[in-house]
């Protein structure tokens, strides 16, 4: 059975960091994008980061650009999100995914494995 687990979430104030992480079982992801989605508020979740299956590749929503960073390690089958500078805004939920299409890597109908999600909240 396949399953993504995110850990990491939290409570910080405003400026701190949190990581997260997504474990995954059940099959190997290293041949796939991996990516970071938030609820959002639209009828599709937010597009937050994306890392191709090697690593050499990573998308970044405009929004977290600078202040997020994406980093996977396939031996550990597990995919990371460095979040820095956490504003109110960033407060969601989080969701790992892994991608099962070769449509955009930034839309999440392309994602087809889902994690829970965890909780990020950012308190002014």
């Known amino acids: 059975q396949v399953q993504l687990v995110e850990s990491g979430g939290g409570l910080v104030q405003a400026g701190g960091s949190l990581r997260l992480s997504c474990a995954a079982s059940g099959r190997t992801f290293s041949g796939n994008y991996m990516g970071w989605f938030r609820r959002g508020s639209g009828l599709e979740r937010e597009f937050v980061a994306t890392i191709e299956g090697s690593g050499g590749n990573t998308v970044y929503a405009d929004s977290v650009k600078g202040r997020f960073t994406i980093s996977r390690d396939n031996a550990k089958s597990t995919v990371y999100l460095q979040m820095n500078s956490l504003k109110p805004e960033d407060t969601d939920v989080y969701y790992c995914?892994?991608?099962?299409?070769?449509?955009?890597?930034?839309?999440?109908?392309?994602?087809?494995?889902w994690g829970q999600g965890t909780q990020v909240t950012v308190s002014s």
């Open positions: 995914a892994a991608r099962a299409t070769t449509r955009s890597v930034t839309s999440a109908s392309t994602y087809g494995y």
